[in-house]
């Protein structure tokens, strides 16, 4: 009868252990997922500016 409920508690501290990294997976996903949102906005307002510097350079060599 030990050995059965020794098997249990052991089943249930895995179970806990698998939990846990769940938990930690998925604050880190969101963590990721906020990091990349954040990058693609700052990626996007560079691409804009650069768009804005390219129209302004070209509207000055067609000045000249």
């Known amino acids: 009868m030990f050995w059965a409920m020794f ?3 052991v089943g249930f ?11 930690r ?3 880190e996903a969101e963590r990721l997922g906020r990091q990349v949102a954040d ?4 990626i ?3 691409a804009e500016d650069l768009e804005r ?3 302004g350079a070209a ?3 067609q000045a000249l």
């Open 7 to 9: 098997a249990v508690a």
């Open 13 to 23: 501290l895995g179970l806990v252990v698998l939990g846990v990294f769940a938990v």
């Open 25 to 27: 997976v998925f604050v």
């Open 39 to 42: 990058s693609a906005r700052r």
């Open 44 to 46: 996007s307002r560079a």
């Open 53 to 55: 510097a390219a129209d």
């Open 59 to 61: 509207r000055s060599a």
